[in-house]
């Protein structure tokens, strides 16, 4: 039979069908946006499983988000009717995750190690700065930790850092306490999740054979945008054919270097270059027919992409005729702007779009603030992603405190989060005492509790008993059930129910309750302690016989065992013997810290999307609104005055214009409050890198600037008040360490108002009840 006759099949153009049917060999797809990059990628993969030459287990696949790891496994779904479990899909954290929770013996973890967010992780910098004595003021936590990740994903322990200045040197002092820390207290911050994979790997042989005979086919997308560890990891589990051996496994890496988007955090785009001669790719695939945007949409984004002169170099056409004009868009400020902005997608809605198809991109999250209200107070359902997470707020994170610490007393970040609260007389006196006791003894704080004399020490005694008993009350329960009894025996529901805008927090409990239930259906967790993927270690995982290096076979399928031959006990005695159940509670407290902000809005939900440009990576909507195209926002200001950060900028403008289909919005406004200060701007150097012919002027052209803002009219065209560019932003383009599947702009988050999850309800429900 012809196997690139299948249903499945039908619709690619020649070089897709081409790029998916290749043989198991290294691969490189280098195509612009919206060729097909990821259809071709997931057909993939179906295909090679329909066609047998591998089971569900023999396939790892790597995406940037979790949002597009739920894509994958959604549109896989579809196309083939079958368990999928065994197969490994999620971003380089997840994967590595469900790689140390295997192996966490191996890897020297607690087998419950929790998991560190970018927020808990500089809060415990903050901790090792403060016990080391260095002035805050002088090596502030932030940046530090920032340095450890960035030197962790250089591959470097604190011994290695270089020292050139006080600075650094305090840094590394930080990292080498940190890390002692995070040991003692048995979590890992994000870039350690990979490092900790990168470096077991490196460090075991037979591990490493075992992984990449299980694995037949590697695949990545987005590889443009994959840091020097990342690249590392992939070479652990698809290593590059050696010299004059045919290739033992199918590595598939899709990308595309004209929307590399984060050499801000360390992106290499050379690594496509690098990937090509290191894995001998004998021909470089690339598809030039756009199937997502109508022409005017494309031409736009082509004109623009040409002003860059660092490119591998493809071009992109589509069928799909011009198309409407891109709009563009000219208001006196951000309110006015936001307005012009609801108005024209509540149209839009009414003539038949739905809400999810419309987006509204922007450069930085403090720009969501005001299109938020604006969007508010229509009464149109919104979702925001990557702004405040779900669990990154205050009353989701001290439930998530009491929940870790049920599983792991020891977990010191969780311990201070809540030791205090809700308020149970515990001073800041008698904190000191414990902390400074567990220093001196090298013990956790919860070990160190008798150590603290008198009343202070007795309270602590009644928190510790608390969390026993919490321990104690919940064993056997449901997930619902621990969280459920873990908010009221806890004193939190109370401590809200008395607050005066309590309400929405407790919302946001229940919410947390509802989130664990999904987790529970989505994968599988039954009311009984789960199995953890390390099927893939056969009978060896299940206790009987070790693994011996060179004594694996490659597994045929997913749910074969392997063929262990009997051996002495070696080095690489599974963890599995223990390791491979853990409570759905720990399993879910590692999703919590994985999981960006995919619960704002209830599933389903018909809602506006907003989002940062980085965020919208890899999507598209029928409608698209990019707004803020003004100097100093996009392009944005800390990236203007060198070229590199002005060709990303470029690239991430491209990105955007690309995730249109049928309708491109382009705007920009005079002046604009933004950290608390006006600021007038000129529109965007990229608004006149667009093809004339293929833009259409809403507002008048051109409206003279100053005139009818509210902020009056005060140095035009220029920044008022120079302050705005040092305050908080100072350092934006930074490496923001973990931000990678938060989908973070390289700014902070913008606050949403505090009022706004329970009044968004009451709009959601308003507007469905009507
Ligand atoms: P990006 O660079 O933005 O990630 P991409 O190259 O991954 O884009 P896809 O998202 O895979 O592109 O595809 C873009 C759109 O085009 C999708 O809606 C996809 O279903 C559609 N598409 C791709 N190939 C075809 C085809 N041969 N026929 C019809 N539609 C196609
Ligand atoms: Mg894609």
């Known amino acids: 039979?012809?196997?690139?006759?299948?249903?499945?099949?039908?619709?690619?153009?020649?070089?897709?069908?081409?790029?998916?049917?290749?043989?198991?060999?290294?691969?490189?797809?280098?195509?612009?946006?919206?060729?097909?990059?990821?259809?071709?990628?997931?057909?993939?993969?179906?295909w090679l499983i329909q066609t047998g030459q591998v089971s569900p287990g023999g396939i790892l696949a790597v995406t940037f988000t979790n949002k597009a790891a739920k894509e994958m496994l959604?549109?896989?779904?579809?196309?083939?009717?079958?368990?999928?479990?065994?197969?490994?899909?999620?971003?380089?954290?997840?994967?590595?995750?469900?790689?140390?929770?295997?192996?966490?013996?191996?890897?020297?973890?607690?087998?419950?190690?929790?998991?560190?967010?970018?927020?808990?992780?500089?809060?415990?910098?903050?901790?090792?700065?403060?016990?080391?004595?260095?002035?805050?003021?002088?090596?502030?936590?932030?940046?530090?930790?920032?340095?450890?990740?960035?030197?962790?994903?250089?591959?470097?322990?604190?011994?290695?850092?270089?020292?050139?200045?006080?600075?650094?040197?305090?840094?590394?002092?930080?990292?080498?306490?940190?890390?002692?820390?995070?040991?003692?207290?048995?979590?890992?911050?994000?870039?350690?999740?990979?490092?900790?994979?990168?470096?077991?790997?490196?460090?075991?042989?037979?591990?490493?054979?075992?992984?990449?005979?299980?694995?037949?086919?590697?695949?990545?997308?987005?590889?443009?945008?994959?840091?020097?560890?990342?690249?590392?990891?992939?070479?652990?589990?698809?290593?590059?054919?050696?010299?004059?051996?045919?290739?033992?496994?199918?590595?598939?890496?899709?990308?595309?270097?004209?929307?590399?988007?984060?050499?801000?955090?360390?992106?290499?785009?050379?690594?496509?270059?690098?990937?090509?001669?290191?894995?001998?790719?004998?021909?470089?695939?690339?598809?030039?027919?756009?199937?997502?945007?109508?022409?005017?949409?494309?031409?736009?984004?082509?004109?623009?992409?040409?002003?860059?002169?660092?490119r591998l170099g493809k071009n992109l056409r589509t069928e799909a005729g011009a198309g409407e004009p891109v709009r563009v868009q000219e208001s006196a400020t951000d309110f006015a702007e936001a307005q012009w902005l609801v108005d024209e997608a509540r149209q839009l809605h009414r003539e038949g779009s739905p809400r999810k198809e419309i987006a509204v991109l922007y450069r930085s999250n403090a720009q969501s603030r005001v299109v938020e209200s604006a969007l508010f107070n229509a009464?149109?359902?919104?979702?925001?992603?990557?702004?405040?997470?779900?669990?990154e707020r205050a009353e989701v994170k001290h439930a998530l405190a009491y929940l870790r610490l049920i599983e792991n007393p020891d977990d010191d970040t969780s311990?201070?989060?809540?030791?205090?609260?809700?308020?149970?007389?515990?001073?800041?006196?008698?904190?000191?005492?414990?902390?400074?006791?567990?220093?001196?003894?090298?013990?956790?704080?919860?070990?160190?509790?008798?150590?603290?004399?008198?009343?202070?020490?007795?309270?602590?005694?009644?928190?510790?008993?608390?969390?026993?008993?919490?321990?104690?009350?919940?064993?056997?329960?449901?997930?619902?059930?621990?969280?459920?009894?873990?908010?009221?025996?806890?004193?939190?529901?109370?401590?809200?129910?008395?607050?005066?805008e309590g309400e929405e927090r407790l919302e946001n409990l229940g919410e947390l309750v509802n989130a664990a239930e999904a987790f529970v259906t989505q994968e599988g967790f039954g009311k009984d302690a789960i199995a953890l993927p390390v099927d893939e270690l056969g009978p060896a995982a299940a206790g009987s016989a070790p693994i011996a290096p060179g004594t694996l076979a490659a597994p045929r399928s997913a749910d074969e065992p392997l063929a262990v031959a009997p051996a002495a006990p070696g080095p690489l005695t599974p963890d599995a013997e223990t390791g491979e159940i853990i409570s759905p509670l720990a399993a879910f407290l590692s999703h919590a810290s994985l999981e960006a902000g995919d619960n704002q809005a209830q599933a389903g939900e018909d809602a506006i999307q907003l989002m940062t440009v980085h965020a919208a990576k890899g999507l598209e909507f029928d409608q698209v609104f990019i707004t803020g195209l003004e100097e100093g926002l996009f392009p944005h200001e800390n990236a203007m005055s060198d070229s590199d950060g002005l060709e990303e900028e470029r690239r991430l403008m491209y990105v955007a214009i690309t995730r249109a289909r049928k309708r491109l919005y382009l705007s920009f406004s005079q002046s604009r409050m933004l950290h608390g200060q006006v600021r007038y701007h000129v529109k965007s150097r990229f608004l006149d890198e667009l093809p004339e012919g293929a833009l259409k002027w809403l507002s008048p052209r051109q409206a003279g600037f100053g005139h009818g803002s509210p902020y009056g009219s005060g140095g035009a065209g220029h920044w008022r008040g120079d302050s705005g560019r040092s305050g908080g932003d100072s350092g934006r383009r930074e490496r923001e360490p973990g931000a990678s599947w938060g989908h973070r702009a390289s700014e902070a988050p913008a606050t949403p108002p505090s009022w706004l999850g329970a009044a968004q309800a009451q709009a959601a429900a308003a507007s469905t009840g009507a």
């Open 1 to 46: 039979h012809d196997a690139t006759a299948l249903p499945l099949l039908r619709g690619l153009n020649p070089e897709q069908l081409a790029a998916v049917t290749q043989p198991a060999e290294p691969a490189l797809i280098l195509a612009g946006a919206g060729s097909g990059k990821t259809r071709v990628l997931t057909t993939r993969i179906a």
């Open 379 to 391: 009464g149109l359902p919104y979702k925001v992603y990557g702004g405040l997470r779900f669990f």
């Open 415 to 500: 311990f201070l989060r809540v030791v205090n609260f809700p308020a149970r007389g515990i001073g800041a006196r008698t904190l000191e005492q414990l902390v400074d006791a567990a220093r001196a003894s090298g013990r956790s704080l919860h070990q160190a509790i008798d150590a603290v004399p008198g009343k202070g020490g007795a309270s602590l005694g009644a928190f510790r008993k608390l969390v026993e008993g919490l321990r104690e009350a919940t064993a056997g329960l449901t997930l619902r059930e621990i969280i459920e009894h873990v908010v009221e025996a806890s004193g939190l529901a109370d401590h809200y129910r008395a607050e005066k």
């Open 74 to 310: 959604t549109r896989l779904g579809t196309l083939l009717p079958i368990n999928l479990r065994g197969m490994w899909v999620g971003t380089f954290h997840g994967l590595s995750n469900r790689f140390l929770r295997a192996h966490w013996k191996l890897a020297g973890l607690p087998q419950a190690f929790q998991i560190l967010d970018a927020t808990d992780s500089v809060s415990a910098v903050k901790r090792v700065v403060k016990a080391l004595g260095i002035p805050e003021e002088r090596c502030p936590p932030k940046p530090a930790s920032w340095a450890i990740a960035n030197a962790k994903e250089a591959g470097l322990r604190p011994g290695q850092l270089p020292i050139h200045d006080e600075l650094s040197r305090w840094h590394a002092e930080i990292y080498a306490a940190y890390e002692d820390q995070c040991a003692r207290e048995g979590v890992v911050d994000f870039a350690e999740l990979l490092l900790r994979t990168v470096e077991l790997l490196e460090r075991e042989p037979a591990l490493r054979t075992h992984y990449q005979q299980r694995f037949r086919h590697v695949l990545v997308d987005e590889f443009q945008d994959t840091n020097t560890l990342q690249y590392r990891w992939l070479q652990c589990f698809a290593p590059p054919p050696a010299r004059g051996e045919a290739p033992g496994q199918g590595v598939f890496a899709v990308g595309d270097d004209d929307q590399s988007i984060y050499a801000f955090r360390g992106a290499q785009v050379a690594n496509m270059a690098d990937f090509e001669q290191l894995y001998r790719v004998r021909q470089v695939v690339k598809l030039e027919r756009n199937y997502r945007s109508h022409g005017n949409i494309l031409d736009a984004a082509n004109h623009l992409i040409a002003n860059n002169s660092r």
